[in-house]
């Protein structure tokens, strides 16, 4: 009996705590050092490097043949990401793009900003953003390089994600019938 209901409140809790995820990454050049801890209110414990370069060869073994492919693939995180993520904690990205041309660096600047713009906009209009995000993006005019800083902390509720899962599966039947 006892056991019963402890697992009844840790399974209720576990629905409705705030899981953090701490998300940094460090791109300089051809040097990718990506960093993620997982949290549960003050507490966060780091993913081991292991699995990170695990996961990384399972990312770099996929065959994006086509933009199309591309595009796919970007659409499906992004709206995996709109449905995970609850609120935006923390948001600092510097970006230094270069071609080698000055014409190609400042189009590709552009281009970066035209995808940031409307992802900002969606995430301060569902009110998810709770700080002013901190956006820097520098074209490289001399030499080509890329090189990328993204840290960000959001969290979320496994008790909403079901949710929201939950009411799409009916929302899609309903349409269906």
């Not at 019963?4 to 300089?28: G, M, N």
């Not at 969606?122 to 074209?139: E, I, N, Y």
């Not at 001399?142 to 929201?164: A, T």
Request: hydrophobic share 50%; with cysteine.
């Amino acid at each position: 009996m006892l056991l019963s209901l402890f697992l009844l409140v840790f399974f209720f809790l576990l629905l409705t705590a705030a899981f953090r995820v701490e998300l940094e990454i460090t791109l300089d050049r051809n040097h990718l050092q990506p960093r993620i801890r997982v949290g549960l209110g003050p507490f966060f414990v780091a993913v081991p490097r292991r699995l990170l370069s695990k996961a990384s060869a399972m990312i770099r073994r996929r065959n994006l043949k086509s933009p199309e492919e591309l595009l796919r693939s970007l659409q499906l995180g992004l709206r995996l990401a709109d449905s995970f993520v609850q609120s935006v904690e923390l948001f600092h990205l510097q970006a230094v793009i270069g071609t080698g041309d000055p014409f190609w660096s400042a189009l590709s600047c552009g281009g970066l900003w035209s995808v940031l713009g409307p992802f900002f906009s969606g995430l301060s209009a569902s009110q998810r953003l709770k700080t002013a995000p901190q956006v820097t993006v520098q074209p490289e005019f001399e030499q080509v390089r890329l090189g990328l800083y993204l840290h960000c902390i959001f969290s979320f509720r496994l008790g909403q994600i079901i949710i929201s899962q939950l009411k799409r599966a009916a929302f899609a039947g309903q349409a269906r019938t």
